[in-house]
């Protein structure tokens, strides 16, 4: 099991210290800054909200956007693999 690294994740105007896994830490930053750069679009449009608005704008805005964890080609070779065990399980229940 890996270390947890320890970060200052920064959103708004508030500094929070979070732990990620080292592997997880990338993405982290740059959903940190999609957020904030969320925050910064926000308040030149929505002038004289307070920051608590503007984060709650910007989770309801990234709650609501589709998720893009997944691509076309990763379906694919999962698709590939579930049929690979689906035949080695076949084969195997014929041989008994």
């Known amino acids: 099991m890996s270390e947890?690294?320890?970060?200052?994740?920064v959103i708004g105007d508030r500094t929070y210290r979070i732990k990620v896994e080292p592997t997880d830490e990338a993405a982290v930053r740059q959903?940190?800054?999609?957020?904030?750069?969320?925050?910064?679009?926000?308040?030149?449009i929505?002038?004289?909200?307070?920051?608590?608005?503007y984060i709650s704008m910007t989770l309801?805005?990234?709650?609501?956007q589709p998720?893009?964890?997944a691509s076309t080609t990763d379906d694919s070779e999962i698709k590939?693999?579930?049929?690979?065990?689906?035949?080695l399980?076949?084969?195997e229940l014929?041989?008994?």
């Open 4 to 9: 947890l690294l320890p970060l200052s994740a």
């Open 31 to 44: 959903t940190l800054k999609l957020i904030n750069d969320k925050i910064v679009e926000l308040k030149s």
């Open 46 to 53: 929505y002038v004289g909200k307070d920051m608590q608005d």
């Open 60 to 64: 309801l805005w990234f709650a609501t």
């Open 67 to 69: 998720t893009q964890t």
């Open 80 to 87: 590939k693999g579930i049929q690979l065990l689906e035949q």
């Open 89 to 91: 399980v076949d084969a």
């Open 94 to 96: 014929k041989q008994r």
